[in-house]
């Protein structure tokens, strides 16, 4: 954990958060820390103002012999969006954060790739340096004009995206270039003509979520159009998990959700209040840690999973009984599911199923009826992050 304290001194500002019920039954807290922690840290760059950041796992074809894996590739904004920067790891002695030159600020976003690049967006261009982890040098590649651009993200390894009000520019990224998908790009304005965009995340499969004004659009790969959910709540910020699930939050209000990439809706739940609004979200996909923060407060947490059973029910066929339950987990997780027969003695239907975040329904068959009055009993693990156990019993009902 100590190789991703940096992110943690960066985000958590004067901590002054108080977990409620409902924020804990999907996070814990793993550490707040203040300006001092990270002024300690990082003797040699006293940032201030950090409103925004992006990290990403290291490919294992760039990361230099003997760095342990964990060590994320980090570039963030700060100094009232006057200053890039990025960090760079150094396995012995303190680790630096380094500036990233940009003339034209304000910067108004920044992403990251494995590879070490960087892309940055300011009123007028679109920036990109590549850091070399063995030479310890950082590079610019390009820049290209741009005019009224929102966001760039990326997927952290192969697709990158500039967002506009009314618009997106979809990029793939191979080989330290940029390459335009132009006809998905038209696809998807099309759409988007009639909509004031806010936000964008890309997952590691290419899918990704725009969030606007008055909806929150799930996309897959290619352009199309998965569903459309009405942004009650004025969502305006998001990231993505490892397994391609989105988490959205808001600046205007202590309101979090979790979709997966298809808009299935996976909870609701009220974080913590901060003295200011919250400036952005960013979560360390292979950890599933994610951090939330404004100017001057913020926090990081790891993710727990939990399930909600809706049903259980049984049905007796030719003197056969079958069985079928429906649940939603929240997280990716490893399911085994039993019943216990009039010995009590289990009797494993799923053992360590791994299952993704979402809706799921599972049957089994030519079970003795005898089972048909029995308690089916989960075990749910979380696959990473927290990786909490959770186990649960639920009362079968027959079958209408």
Known sequence: ???????????????KFAISQS???HFNLILPLGYTQLHTQFPGNKLTQVSTID???ISKKDIPRFWPQRIPFVAGIS??????????????????????????????????TSDGSVFSITNNFLYIHTFDFKQKKI?????????STLKCVSNHSNKVAILSKHSIMLYRYKNKSLNKLKSTSKKINAILKNYNCKNIAINSKGEFI???????????SFGVLLNEIPNTLRFDLVDFTSYGDYIVASSNNTTLAKYTSTGVLLFESKHSKPEEALKNIAIYQPYGNIALF????????S?????NIENATSIIQDNLLSITTRFKLTFPSLVSISILDSDNNPILLEQQKELPAGIHQLTWRKLSPQLKDKELHFVVKGLYSNANKITVKKSMEKAL
């Open 303 to 307: 993710m727990k999973t939990s399930v």
């Open 79 to 112: 100094g009232e969006n006057k200053n890039l920067f990025y960090y760079q790891f150094e396995p012995l002695g303190y680790s630096k954060l380094i500036d990233i030159p940009v003339n034209d600020s304000p910067i108004n976003d920044v992403a990251v």
């Open 294 to 301: 404004g100017n001057e407060n913020g926090a990081y947490y």
């Open 1 to 15: 954990m100590r190789y991703i304290t940096f992110v943690l001194l960066i985000i958590v500002l004067n901590f």
């Open 139 to 147: 590079t610019k590649l390009s820049e290209e004009k741009m005019e």
């Open 23 to 25: 924020f804990d039954s």
């Open 210 to 220: 725009i969030v606007t004004k008055k909806s929150l659009l799930f996309f897959s």
């Open 55 to 57: 990290m990403s796992m």
